[in-house]
């Protein structure tokens, strides 16, 4: 029953080891729907190229679906999977900063390190500037502790939030994407795309 | 012209899903999701520990993220960020795209596009330790397991970007 490794059907080592394929499963997708070049993930923003929004909500829903079903089948124990905890007040002002970031820098972590193997310039200083960026934060830490310590609100679901069954919900996030989907196709027509 | 560069990348749509298949084995192979910035604030406490241990040892941040386990480096994340690296350099090769540049609209100069690639990369730094991971750990792997927080981030990532894109067009447009 998965997740192997909470079983033992996988060693602790064999785990790290397949985190390094699951790795280069992530990066060579990211790099192969063209995630490496900034101009290409910031056009979603101003419609000219939409690849992120396309990208990113195909995977979450079929993620979504994927660990349904697998709960459904029990092929896996869905109380052993981590849920990512709410803090509120820190994942909006986290969550505001990231977005300035994206817009300004072109990246986000993820794909700043996929573009950076295949040579681009400003993706290292991207990447340079993260760290800087981590380095603030941790020897601040003090000074912005009790905003990232406020509204802690356990590790809900939001299906729970919003008393609705996991398999509604998706339903609606499917019908939220393809909407966009729509948009997204609209707006590359619309907009112009220069070569890059 | 536009339709022969559209055909370089993969269609988006299977991007999507094979992405989303990388997601689901992460959570049924370890019981986790996937990330980036994870990565970067481990090798910051290794390295913080490494140059001033006593600092590293008094700094309350440093502590948490040091945690139980020993080496800060030892950790699943770390291992899954060396393959993104394998795995982009893999696909640049394969699809020939292997070349320094600093990629920017012809409107900005390098520079410009450098100084803002900087800025960009610490204001996301930033945000990915108070917001707890960040595009791909709390946006994508939190909605994956259908975490609120990670809808809240993803929102308010996208949200921001789109809020500001128009003052930043410049930069792209």
């Not at chain 1, 986000?108 to 993260?130: E, H, L, Q, R, Y």
Request: hydrophobic letters at 50%; one cysteine or more; proline letters at 2%.
């Amino acid at each position: 029953m998965a997740p192997f490794v909470v079983y033992d059907i996988i060693s602790e080592n064999t785990n790290l080891l397949l985190a390094f394929f699951i790795g280069i499963g992530f990066g060579f997708i990211l790099e192969q729907a063209g995630f490496s070049s900034s101009r290409k993930l910031a056009g979603v923003f101003y419609g000219y190229d939409t690849v992120v929004l396309k990208v990113f909500f195909t995977a979450a829903i079929v993620a979504m679906l994927g660990l349904l079903f697998s709960s459904l089948f029990g092929w896996v124990d869905m109380s052993m999977i981590y849920v990512n905890e709410t803090y509120l007040y820190s994942a909006i002002v986290g969550g505001v900063i990231m977005g300035a970031g994206f817009i300004m820098g072109g990246y986000c972590p993820g794909t700043s390190f996929c573009a950076a193997t295949i040579g681009k310039i400003d993706a290292i200083v991207f990447i340079g500037g993260m760290f800087l960026g981590v380095f603030i934060f941790g020897e601040g830490y003090p000074l912005w502790e009790k905003l990232y310590m406020a509204e802690f609100m356990g590790f809900p679901k939001i299906s729970e939030y919003f008393s609705l069954s996991e398999g509604i919900f998706v339903f609606f996030v499917i019908l939220a994407a393809v909407f966009m989907f729509w948009g997204a196709e609209w707006a590359e027509k619309k907009f112009p795309r220069e070569e890059y | 012209m536009s339709e022969v560069r559209k055909t370089k990348y993969m269609n988006p749509y299977l991007a999507g899903v094979l992405l989303g298949l990388v997601v689901l084995s992460a959570n049924l192979i370890s019981g986790r999701g996937l990330g980036a910035s994870g990565a970067v604030k481990s090798t910051i406490v290794a390295a913080v520990d490494a140059v001033a241990p006593a600092h590293a040892e008094s700094t309350e941040y440093y502590v948490m993220a040091k945690g139980t386990h020993g080496n800060p480096l030892n950790n699943w994340l770390v291992y899954q960020m060396l393959g993104v690296v394998v795995g982009g350099f893999l696909s640049g090769v394969l699809s020939r795209r292997l070349t320094w540049k600093v990629e920017h609209n012809p409107k900005i100069t390098s520079r410009t596009r450098l100084m803002f690639a900087l800025a960009g990369g610490l204001l996301f730094g930033f945000g990915s330790q108070l917001g707890r991971g960040c595009t791909s750990g709390a946006a994508l792997s939190g909605m994956a397991v259908f975490s609120l927080g990670g809808f809240i981030t993803m929102a308010a990532i996208f949200g921001t970007a789109f809020g500001l894109a128009y003052f930043f067009r410049k930069l792209w447009i």
